[in-house]
């Protein structure tokens, strides 16, 4: 069973004898009405930690089309920072290509660029846009070359009105299709990245507890009264799908909300907010000026990166509802995320219990984790 693993784990840590719980039992019940949450080592567990980080090497967002601005070039940072590997996107092409040098390794593109040629500035060897190496000086007679292996490695690119996702091994699919009916009026591709919204956080707490936080509005009416006073919380809604959780948040009467066309699915609705969560890293916020997007950098057990942006569809909307009080309302997290952290190596808490009506998406989380970790 692939979760065999992670429950190995938490019985040698907890000194539990395997041959009292079968090996089919699973960490996380899938009934959530009997189910516990993660144990909390998954929370500071180096050796946990270390075999998160596989996690990351599936879709990663790369960028919006409207970063790609005048330049046809733009080195993925971020992914870098998540994986470890560093990529380069070209706008028209049908890949992700590897930033390093098939010579000896150097960094092709430090910044965004527009080039129909790449020079490594090492030594000088050339590529086209596509990753062909296509000159190398002295290198006449070397036996066998070029060879395949001289042009940049390619990594699949997926594309979806706008948005670009890479990945290192791409082994789940990207759950798009199943939000789509939702999301389609919204031409996520006609939006414009505001550089003014970016933001960059740094968090004292487990990449993990950031997730969970981000999949319940249970918190809401205590850790956020602003957002409370937007959100009509009776209304907030949780689904659940393969990959990925979908939180919808009901408009407060007379607040922000979306105009849907005639057929969508919530047409007649008020809804402020789509709060769209992708296995492992990736949540994406819909309101009705645009987007805005948390992408999360595990940067060791207890230390979490948070890349924030924003893009923008209508301006004026901005301003108020569910979409206006990000930075208020990710402060407020932020202090509840780091607090919890800190009780994870307390000896009278290990695991808790589920709402069965509003912490659903962590209990789905929860599974996915226990099902992958080894
Ligand atoms: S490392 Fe690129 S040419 Fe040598
Ligand atoms: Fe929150």
Redesign the pocket.
Known sequence: MLGSGALEHYRTMNNLNPLTQTMTEELINPDIRLARTLPSNFYFDERLFESSRRLFNNWQYALHISEFKKENIVPLTHIEEITGEPLFIVKDNSSCLSNVCTHRGMRLVEKPCSKTTLQCPYHGRTFDISGQMKHMPEFEQAIGFPSEEDNLKQHPLHIWKGLYFTSLSHVEKLPWSLVESRLDFLEIESFVHDASRDRDHHIMANWMLYVD??LEGF??PF??PELNQALDYSGYTTELFEGGVLQIGKAASGDVKFDFPKGHPDYGQDIAAYYLWMFPNMMFNFYPWGMSLNIVIPVSSTETRVIYRGYVRDEDLAKAGAGSILDT?EI??QEIIESVQKSMKSQSYDRGRYSPTREQGVHHFHRMISKRLD
């Open positions: 936080n981000y918190h809401i850790v956020h309302v407020q997290d």
